[in-house]
């Protein structure tokens, strides 16, 4: 079987963890391949180098060198460069990179400095991290989300997403979202294909908006999806009209969309997503989602461990296997 999955952060790369897992436990599991197209418009340059959040945070996560308790970057940090940098009065300060994040960072800035694409640099670095998936880039491209914001401080109108939610912590309304450079971008080498050879398409509990949505900017991508003609579940990273973390609901007011398990899902719309997973606290909501065309299913999403993970990336591609044997029928 070979899955892709579109992938944010910290609640794609945990999802992941826990498809793997399940891949493991599976009759089939030597002889399933899983993709993963990382969101890269939570990129930023600092310090001079090119800093790839989500794709890092996978990487981290599904090769064992996560800070497990924050979510992102690595586990056993020091941070004498930041303090080194904070010295001389060289920011910014609110952007924390640690000594051996700095080396990842370093390595991907020289490597794209020599020529090489964002896609072949990562194949690079996962060659170290072994996460036992295929990581690719949704673009070679520059792209970035930024975020429009009400009465910036400083008077900008706009301010990049890591600015927002690292330094501003999304307490400034979001007037909308950009993602800049992706009308002009391309999937990157390897994304296209992936989609047209898969068996199952799923979309984790990532930020519907600046994650999987970003994703779904580059050009090629959602009709590729659309076109696919195999199930695309995904699961609903709102529980009790809530996100389970992060802010998804100040991003998704600042594209109309209401913060529920129902709302998402049809922001995503039938034309892309078979199949829904919401949490049994939202199993209300399943009459509605299945009224847009949807099937839905109410079964528990929070990621308390590994094995929860698990068991939500089984309920995915079982809810798949259901949307699959409808269409056969």
Request: hydrophobic share 45%; charged share 20%.
């Amino acid at each position: 079987m070979r899955i892709v999955v579109l992938a944010g952060g910290i609640g794609g790369a945990r999802f992941l963890r826990g498809l793997k897992a399940a891949v493991a436990d599976a009759d089939d599991a030597g002889t399933t391949d899983i993709t993963v197209i990382g969101n890269t418009g939570d990129d930023i340059h600092l310090f001079g180098l090119k800093v790839c959040p989500d794709l890092d945070t996978v990487m981290y996560t599904l090769g064992g060198g996560i800070h497990e308790e924050q979510g992102w970057g690595r586990a056993d940090e020091t941070f004498a460069v930041k303090t080194e940098l904070a010295a001389y009065g060289v920011g910014p300060e609110w952007f924390g990179l640690g000594d051996r994040d700095f080396a990842t960072h370093i390595v991907r800035t020289q490597m794209l400095g020599a020529g090489y694409p964002l896609s072949a640099v990562t194949e690079a670095l996962c060659a170290r991290w072994q996460p036992g998936v295929r990581l690719i880039p949704m673009t070679d491209d520059r792209v970035e989300t930024h975020v429009v914001v009400d009465t910036p401080e400083d008077g900008r109108k706009a301010v990049h997403f890591q600015e927002y939610w690292v330094r501003l912590h999304a307490s400034v309304p979001a007037q909308a979202i950009l993602p800049v450079g992706a009308e002009q971008s391309k999937p990157a080498p390897g994304v296209l294909e992936a989609i047209a050879g898969a068996d199952v398409i799923l979309f984790p509990p990532s930020n519907p908006v600046v994650s999987i949505g970003t994703i779904l900017a580059v050009p090629g991508i959602r009709e590729a999806i659309a076109e696919a003609g195999v199930p695309v579940v995904g699961l609903s990273p709102i529980v009790g009209d809530a996100p389970v973390r992060g802010m998804a609901d100040k991003v998704l007011a600042a594209v109309g969309v209401e913060s529920t398990a129902a709302a998402v899902a049809e922001h995503y719309g039938s034309g892309l997503l078979d199949g829904w997973l919401v949490d049994t606290v939202d199993a209300g909501l399943s009459e509605a989602v299945e009224a847009a065309g949807i099937r839905c299913r109410a079964v528990p999403l929070m990621m308390t461990d590994v094995h929860a993970a698990a068991r939500m990336a089984r309920e995915a591609l079982t809810l798949a296997e259901e949307v699959r044997g409808e269409a056969r029928a």
